[in-house]
């Protein structure tokens, strides 16, 4: 149990371009998904929050109006890089809280790349 | 705020050696502490949890026991293997609070 999943698991894009990734928790309800970005060789990064039916909650220095965060869903979150650039170039994990057991279950990732 | 320091790496072992990573913690009142394990290329496991004072976390042969008194949560296996050779990161969740924080992970790999 406690799987999450994240789509898609690679992605080249060019500059300029926008690019949606999307959480899901596969087996439990999620009101609290994260979405996190770790560079190579280093921890993660908390970027936001995300409540399902409200507005997330960005970490200070992340820029909301360039990563959407949606969470439409008690299963589905979705953060979209608009106007993606080089410098966003990283891997983007998200996590779902299980709040039966108050533990965070992650996703696999995804590496995303602009050129 | 809450942090969590962990022993710096790389760290590398002979397989059947016995591992510990060092975890120490800052924070109020009576957080939950967890280590997570990332394989190449991967997002992260959850290995262990404990949730108060002297509980002690296990999973595939490692241990770590909630150290209040030392504010502490090393993490321990008595003989690695080959396949353990990951990143562990120790984390902690703050009481009442949904946020996770990590501390810098810990590289380690195991030679056969």
């Known amino acids: 149990g406690a799987v999450v999943s994240q789509h898609p698991s690679w992605v080249i894009c060019k500059s300029g371009t926008s690019v949606k990734i999307e959480c899901r928790s596969l087996?439990?309800?999620?009101?609290?998904m994260f979405w996190y970005r770790q560079f190579p060789k280093q921890s993660l990064m908390l970027m936001a929050t995300?409540?399902?039916?409200?507005?997330?909650?960005?970490e200070q220095g992340v820029e909301k109006d360039k990563f959407l965060i949606n969470h439409a869903s008690l299963t589905l979150s979705t953060l979209t890089v608009t106007s993606a650039h080089p410098e966003d170039s990283s891997f983007y994990i998200c996590?779902?809280?299980?709040?039966?057991?108050?533990?965070?279950?992650f996703g696999p990732g995804t590496r995303l790349l602009v050129l | 705020g809450n942090s969590v320091t962990q022993m710096e790496g790389p760290v590398t072992l002979s397989e059947e050696a016995f591992l510990t990573i060092n975890c120490t913690y800052t924070a109020t009142g009576y957080p939950s502490l967890f280590w997570y394990v990332q394989y190449p290329g991967e997002g992260l496991q959850l290995l262990l949890k404990a949730t108060k004072a002297d509980d002690k976390g296990s999973n595939k042969g490692f241990e770590a026991t909630y150290r209040k008194e030392t504010t502490s949560f090393h993490l321990e296996k008595g003989s690695v293997q080959v396949s353990d050779s990951a990143v562990y990161f120790c984390?902690?969740?703050?009481?009442?609070?949904?946020?996770?924080?990590f501390g810098q992970g810990t590289r380690l790999t195991i030679n056969p």
């Open positions: 087996d439990f309800q999620a009101t609290t």
């Open positions: 995300s409540n399902e039916g409200s507005k997330a909650t960005y």
């Open positions: 996590s779902a809280r299980d709040t039966g057991v108050e533990t965070q279950y």
């Open positions: 984390a902690l969740s703050g009481q009442g609070a949904q946020k996770l924080v």
